[in-house]
T-cell receptor, first 114, second 111 residues
Framework: GENVEQHPSTLSVQEGDSAVIKCTYSDSASNYFPWYKQELGKGPQLIIDIRSNVGEKKDQRIAVTLNKTAKHFSLHITETQPEDSAVYFCAASRSGGGADGLTFGKGTHLIIQP | KAGVTQTPRYLIKTRGQQVTLSCSPISGHRSVSWYQQTPGQGLQFLFEYFSETQRNKGNFPGRFSGRQFSNSRSEMNVSTLELGDSALYLC??????????FGSGTRLTVV
C-alpha cells in the first residue's frame, strides 16, 4: 500500500519568515495530494490540495509543489504569522481522495516564534 | 452550511464494552470517511461510504464496523473494546470532486 513520509517533525521559524514542509510518497498511482492543518482540539482542516496533472498551486501565502518523477510534494508558507502555528499533515490518495481514502504523513508541528 | 457534526465529543468506556459513534455530514455530501488518530500511529483510514455502500476499508480488525444511512449520516461501531482503541475518531465528508472536510472528532478513552 501507499506510504507517506513527512519531514521535519518539528519546524520552528521566526514570524515573517517562510516555512517549508516536505513529503514523499511510494505509490506512483497516487493522484491527489492534500494538506491539512490541525489546531489543538479540532479536526484537520483542508488548506490546499493538488492533483497529479498540476505541478504547482498557490493560494495567497500558501503554495504546494509536486514532483511526480521524484514522488515528492512540498508545502510552502510565506510571511508566517502566529496563527500559522499548528500541526500540518500531508496526504496522498489513488482515487482523487475518494474510495481509497487518504494515507497521511506523521505530521509537522510548526511553531512561529514572535 | 453547518460543518461535519460528530457526537459525542468525549466518551469513556470499559474494556470489553462496545461503542457507537455518530457522524452527520455536511448537507449534500454523500461520501463519508472515518479515521483513527493516535499519537503513535497518526491518522489512519478506517472506512469510506458512499450512498450507503462501504467502498473501502483500512487495515483494522473486524471489531471495527460502520454503516451509512439513506440521509448520508454515518455511524461506526467498535465491539469488545481494547485499551489500544483509545483514540480520536474523526469523520469526514465530501462532495464528488472536492476534498474532505473533517469534524472535530470523538475522543474515546478505554479504561
Amino acid at each position: 500500500g501507499e506510504n507517506v513520509e513527512q519531514h521535519p517533525s518539528t519546524l520552528s521559524v521566526q514570524e515573517g519568515d517562510s516555512a517549508v514542509i516536505k513529503c514523499t510518497y511510494s505509490d506512483s498511482a497516487s493522484n491527489y495530494f492534500p494538506w491539512y492543518k490541525q489546531e489543538l482540539g479540532k479536526g484537520p482542516q483542508l488548506i490546499i490540495d493538488i492533483r497529479s496533472n498540476v505541478g504547482e498551486k498557490k493560494d495567497q501565502r500558501i503554495a504546494v509543489t509536486l514532483n511526480k518523477t521524484a514522488k515528492h510534494f512540498s508545502l510552502h508558507i510565506t510571511e508566517t504569522q502566529p496563527e500559522d502555528s499548528a500541526v500540518y499533515f500531508c496526504a496522498a490518495s489513488r482515487s482523487g481522495g475518494g474510495a481509497d481514502g487518504l494515507t497521511f504523513g506523521k505530521g509537522t508541528h510548526l511553531i512561529i516564534q514572535p | 452550511k453547518a460543518g461535519v457534526t460528530q457526537t459525542p465529543r468525549y466518551l469513556i468506556k470499559t474494556r470489553g464494552q462496545q461503542v457507537t459513534l455518530s457522524c452527520s455530514p455536511i448537507s449534500g455530501h454523500r461520501s463519508v470517511s472515518w479515521y483513527q488518530q493516535t499519537p503513535g500511529q497518526g491518522l489512519q483510514f478506517l472506512f469510506e461510504y458512499f450512498s450507503e455502500t462501504q467502498r473501502n476499508k483500512g487495515n483494522f480488525p473486524g471489531r471495527f464496523s460502520g454503516r451509512q444511512f439513506s440521509n448520508s449520516r454515518s455511524e461506526m461501531n467498535v465491539s469488545t473494546l481494547e485499551l489500544g482503541d483509545s483514540a480520536l475518531y474523526l469523520c469526514a465528508s465530501r462532495e464528488s470532486g472536492y476534498g474532505y472536510t473533517f469534524g472535530s472528532g470523538t475522543r474515546l478513552t478505554v479504561v
